[in-house]
């Protein structure tokens, strides 16, 4: 089955510790994003990246970090800079501007 | 579960009738449009898209419409069942060079038996 995964889907920080997600597809799409979203808000953008070895930051980047290394994944490391971290983190995942596809999401709690 | 929505605003509909969700969009230039479902603890699923050239579209029990006059976009569902209970928001393609999409904030459809 084609798809977009992300894991793990519980994950638990202790404050000062950088947890990474992962984000994995295997559609063939060239662009790739992640959002957080809190209660009663809008999907926002953390990053993204329309091809590999390249990704621009979205509106809110500070204390996150990713690397598009191949195709197929999108990692993403909740730094301790980030002071607010806990919230639920969708990855998604589109051929060109096209409808993006969304994993089932990451629900980060920091502790 | 997943707290996601808990002070989003809330259509109640019972089970059988109609369900009209709105949203209004924010950039002129916006082409293509997409209406997400968002069940609890779940990423969202595509339900339906319409690009800037259509007034509506219709799929399978939802139709899309679109007002380009005063940028407003509405998911019709028809039937309502007690699965359609989920939020529902819908995406914008400003057509603004990039891969980047505007999301609105959703609404939450609760069925009613």
């Known amino acids: 089955d084609g798809g977009i995964t992300q894991s793990p889907k519980y994950l638990f920080r202790k404050e000062g510790q950088n947890v990474t997600l992962s984000c994995e597809q295997n559609?063939?799409?060239?662009?790739m994003y992640w959002y957080r979203q809190d209660p009663g808000q809008g999907l926002r953008l953390i990053y993204y990246s329309q091809i590999v070895n390249d990704f621009q930051k979205g509106d809110i980047a500070e204390g996150y970090s990713v690397s598009r290394e191949k195709k197929e994944s999108f990692p993403l490391t909740v730094t301790s800079a980030q002071k607010n971290p806990t919230a639920f983190y969708l990855c998604a995942s589109s051929m060109g501007s096209d409808e993006q596809f969304f994993g089932p999401g990451t629900r980060l709690t920091v502790l | 579960g997943e707290s996601v929505g808990l002070h989003l605003p809330t259509l109640s509909v019972q089970e059988g009738d109609n369900s009209i969700i709105n949203c209004a969009y924010s950039n002129s230039a916006s082409d293509y449009f997409i209406w997400y479902k968002q069940e609890s603890g779940k990423g969202p699923q595509f339900i339906i898209d319409i690009r800037s050239n259509m007034d509506k579209r219709q799929g399978q029990r939802v139709t899309v419409l679109l007002n380009k006059t005063v940028k407003h976009l509405s998911l019709q569902i028809a039937a309502t069942q007690p699965g359609d209970s989920a939020v529902y928001f819908c995406a914008e393609n400003p057509n603004s060079g990039t891969y980047k999409y505007i999301f609105g904030t959703g609404t939450r459809l609760k069925v009613l038996a």
């Open positions: 559609l063939n799409h060239d662009a």
